[in-house]
């Protein structure tokens, strides 16, 4: 049910979902399932539309590495970041290996996989897709979920695409453009300050999630932290250990029989498709290398066949004595093809979330500045490296070639490449689980410490990422956390 404010509820539901994108809609929709009501608080509009002012309170400041302006890599609308979703959204579980530093397994998430898939409308066969070709290496397959015709995009939008059932909900009652300001209490969540229509109210109550995404859950909480008369979320450290995918990076070129890796690439799919052509290393592999979790794929240079025919025969005849030189001369070695990676960011107290000091946004609430820095980072050379001399193994083994890689890999005094902003808009931790409040924000159970009462889901709960698109296992999360506070209820 749409309300136009909250004063119009009778009785606040049992549990208050702060934030209007995927993870909230998801929790919320679970809830209905488990005969919980729920409200929904959207801080930007519930129409199709993205409204540039409502845009303008994601304005922020980004220091350190290059990152995208933070009003462009979020969407302060119902069905949040869901709107950047194109013709497909990439759905796919983290992988074991990525459980290293959570509080629970794998398989403790794999149980709320059939109910993610349902709300993705996709078949549940994820861990029937990747394909072994060694000991160490594999094919690795997504799930898509598209739209049933092509350009419908609101059938995958989430704000489109649950809009009519949450208007027929009973269960489940949203309002839009009423944003919450901050929180405070003692032991629990005892308020919520909130405004509309340029009118600040309050509400109190039972349940409340945060789930306005992994930068704005810091903000609010950081904000509701320095106001606080009560010394809500007293010692806990917001917004720390924020991270990012690595995507896009070229890292290495490859040498040696192209019409074997085509063959390769072609075993795998209907037809020859460098772009859906994904490799990865198994977790026996990553755990005997000690490695980030890391997704490779090829990709073809768009340059003419005709003038690449001519250099491609010239550099593979003499690639023995030119790439020493092209080493030497700080040049990457020319090819055809190139390996582009995916690789996660270790979590690191030097990359984080904190409110300006001097900027403000309409409502007199600070605007957020992220500190992001990986190209410091060492493990994530190391990282890259390991793959391709892991990758190099197979290749040489079956006589299809080898990697060479980029000089800011074979020489660490090198710069990374400055000529796009590597990160996937995937926004990580900032409110992370941990099992003691020295470490974290949030229990196994997503429960903020010392708090009877809040819980926070999405992405920001993540104690690290792996490579993969961060989508289903929010999903996934929300679901989990939305069956935990059935239990509470009931």
């Known amino acids: 049910m749409i309300i136009q404010k909250i004063d119009d509820l009778k009785n606040i539901p049992e549990v208050t979902i702060v934030g209007g994108g995927v993870s909230a809609i998801s929790t919320a929709l679970t809830l209905e399932r488990l005969n919980i009501s729920s409200l929904i608080i959207e801080a930007g509009p519930v129409g199709p539309n993205i409204d540039d002012v409502s845009q303008s309170f994601y304005n922020g400041k980004t220091t350190k590495d290059d990152y ?16 950047h979703w194109e013709d497909q959204v990439t759905l796919r579980p983290l992988d074991k290996y990525d459980f290293k530093e959570w509080l629970f397994k794998k398989e403790e998430l794999d149980k709320y996989t059939f109910e993610a898939a349902k709300i993705f409308e996709v078949k549940d066969n994820f861990s029937n897709k990747d394909i072994r070709v060694s000991e160490g290496i594999q094919i690795t397959k997504f799930i ?19 809009l009519n059932h949450i208007k027929n909900s009973k269960k489940i009652y949203l309002v839009g453009d009423t944003r919450v300001l901050s929180l405070d209490g003692e032991n629990e969540v005892e308020k919520i300050y909130y405004i509309k229509d340029n009118i600040k109210n309050e509400l109190t109550p039972k349940i409340t999630i945060m789930a306005t995404g992994g930068i704005e859950n810091s903000r609010i909480l950081l904000y509701s932290q320095k106001i606080s008369k009560k010394n809500f979320l007293h010692n806990i450290k ?32 209907k037809e020859l498709d460098y772009n859906n052509t994904y490799i990865s290393f198994t977790d026996e592999t990553l755990n005997r290398l000690n490695s980030l979790n890391i997704l490779l794929k090829f990709q073809k240079n768009k340059l003419s066949k005709k003038i690449f025919y001519h250099l491609k025969s010239f550099f593979q005849k003499f690639s023995l004595i030119l790439d020493p030189l092209f080493k030497i001369l700080n040049l990457n070695f020319p090819s055809n093809i190139k390996l582009i990676a995916m690789i996660e960011q270790k979590p690191d107290e030097e990359n984080f979330i904190k409110l300006s000091e001097t900027l403000k946004d309409s409502h007199s609430v600070p605007e957020p500045e992220l500190n992001w820095n990986w190209k410091s980072q060492k493990d994530i ?6 793959s391709i001399q892991e990758l190099n193994l197979f290749l040489k083994k079956n006589k299809i070639g080898k990697i060479i890689p980029q000089n800011f890999l074979r020489n660490y005094k090198v710069d990374y490449p400055s000529d796009a902003i590597y990160a996937g808009h995937h926004h990580l931790g900032g409110t992370q689980m941990s099992d003691t409040i020295k470490n974290g924000v949030v229990d196994k159970n997503l429960k903020v410490f010392n708090l009877s009462n809040l819980f926070i889901t999405g992405s920001s709960v993540f104690p690290t990422g792996g490579y993969v698109h961060p989508t289903f296992t929010i999903v996934q999360l929300s679901i989990r956390l939305a069956h935990h506070i059935k239990k509470i209820i009931s």
Do not use: A
Not at 381 to 386: F, H
């Open 381 to 386: 050379k190391n990282s890259l490296n390991i």
């Open 68 to 83: 995208f302006d933070l009003k462009e890599t979020r969407v302060r609308k119902f069905g949040g970041s869901s709107e």
């Open 144 to 162: 898509y979920g598209k739209p049933k015709k092509q350009g419908n995009h609101h059938e995958i939008h989430f704000g489109k695409k649950f």
């Open 238 to 269: 917001i917004g720390t250990n924020w991270m990012e995918h690595i995507t896009g990076l070229v890292i290495g070129s490859f040498v040696g029989n192209y019409e074997k890796l085509e063959n390769l690439i072609s075993c795998f799919n």
